[in-house]
């Protein structure tokens, strides 16, 4: 039973649920974006170095795959409505708190606080949608809610420096504050899950027909056997490598454009705006594929397998040879059909999440996985910058890059084979014996 039949409240409902979260998203990264924007100013006026201003630039992803994990558990315990409207609520007051820095110590303070506090935000929209759709028509909403992430790549840049050049940048910080706790407000008051809300008792049951798992809480012990499954290790490894190479490209894209192709500082900005726009396309075209596939016949894992699996392997294919080439116009469309397939296989990645996971455990799966990727966000940047460092050249660096998706995708190839059963973890399965 799916939920075609739907009534027209229940579809508004899930239409607003959808435009909650992607505003979520947008708000999420447009915060963490904050920094690289106002990055000059930032400098002067606190009197960083630039070794102290990459430790600071590090200090959210660091916090934000270390948060992760508790974020998972506490999300499938005490569920997306409090949570997450207390995590944009927290995070906005870290943001506040970044403009009123007076030196480095409180800026890393201020910047681990608001990874900490967004890490709910990925597996929290990931739930809130399998809350929300039934599991085999996930897919676009998915690409919906977390191309925010691109999205917010195209808008943050022009916004947040008109913010920063009207009011200056420590403005430009507590106005974002403000503005995410305007929205965690609207959310605590307005979302409720399916079964609390007010619609038609058949159209929750439409729902949730053939989840994964009966509808309980999450209970620790089983979510630290999580960790016994290969598909969790696939998804950890997959995520790795499409957010270690997508990094690579988000953190040092201009100044590849600057160094290696030897363009000024305004050309290579504007010019490192044309790959968030296929990144952004690719998003959005992530999840339908994953749903297409699965309305041709295709198995439900296998169809958010594969888009997964193509994506990484994409990234790597079209990254190789950016290590080599001296044309500019063919770098820029290489990085371009990159993260093109990057943001596919992102997608594919937690619309495979709520497919492989037990309805209880998606949120603590999806943190798992997200975990893995923001290890590799951290890690790009530096390593990179390292080779550079080393070598004089990007091209060391990039061909890390893809050989790091390349095994990523292997990780998807031979690691999520199989769902994390019904009847699994531990718990759930002793009491399916029992009965």
Not at 192 to 211: E, F, H, K, L, M
Not at 325 to 339: D, E, G, P, W
């Amino acid at each position: 039973m799916g939920e075609g039949g739907l009534s027209p409240r229940t579809r508004r409902k899930q239409a607003g649920v959808i435009v909650m979260l992607l505003v979520a998203a947008v708000i999420n990264y447009m915060d963490r974006a904050s920094l690289a924007v106002g990055n000059p100013l930032i400098r002067h006026d606190l009197g960083l170095n630039v070794a102290e201003m990459g430790i600071l630039l590090s200090a959210f992803s660091w916090a934000y795959a270390a948060g992760q994990l508790p974020a998972g558990i506490l999300l499938d315990r005490i569920g997306v409505h409090r949570l997450l409207g207390a995590g944009v609520f927290l995070w906005s007051v870290a943001q506040a708190a970044a403009g009123l820095s007076s030196g480095l110590g409180q800026f890393i303070w201020a910047r681990i606080g608001l990874g900490i506090c967004e890490s709910p935000n990925g597996p929290g929209g990931a739930r809130a949608l399998s809350n929300w759709f039934h599991r085999t028509r996930r897919g676009l909403p998915i690409s919906l809610v977390f191309s925010g992430g691109a999205l917010g790549s195209l808008i943050a840049p022009p916004f947040l420096t008109w913010l920063m050049l009207s009011w200056g940048w420590r403005a430009m910080f507590m106005i974002m504050g403000v503005l995410g706790g305007i929205f965690a407000l609207i959310w605590l008051i307005w979302y409720r899950d399916p079964q609390s809300a007010d619609i038609p008792v058949r159209d929750a049951v439409a729902i949730t027909s053939g989840d994964v798992g009966p509808p309980d809480r999450a209970r620790l012990r089983d979510w630290g056997r999580l960790f016994g499954y290969q598909t969790t290790w696939g998804l950890i490894g997959g995520f790795f490598g499409q957010s270690y190479l997508g990094w690579l490209y988000l953190t040092w894209l201009p100044g590849y454009l600057e160094i290696a192709h030897h363009m000024s500082l305004p050309r290579a900005g504007i010019l490192a705006a044309v790959p968030p726009f296929f990144a952004y396309i690719g998003a959005l075209s992530g999840g339908s594929l994953c749903d297409l596939l699965a309305a041709r016949g295709m198995n439900l894992l296998v169809s958010r397998r594969l888009p997964a699996i193509a994506g990484v392997f994409g990234m790597a294919i079209f990254t190789l040879p950016v290590a080599f080439t001296n044309s500019t116009a063919l770098a820029l469309a290489l990085i371009s059909a990159s993260v093109f397939c990057g943001q596919i296989a992102g997608v594919a990645g937690w619309v495979l999440v709520t497919a492989a996971a037990p309805q209880s455990y998606i949120a603590s799966l999806g943190s798992m996985q997200n975990c893995g990727g923001y290890i590799g966000a951290a890690l790009a940047p530096a390593v990179t910058g390292f080779l550079l460092q080393a070598t004089g050249s990007f091209g060391p660096g990039l061909i890390v890059g893809a050989v790091v998706a390349a095994l990523s995708a292997c990780s998807y190839v031979f690691l999520t084979r199989h769902p994390v059963q019904a009847g699994q973890p531990a718990a759930l399965a002793g009491r399916r014996e029992a009965e």
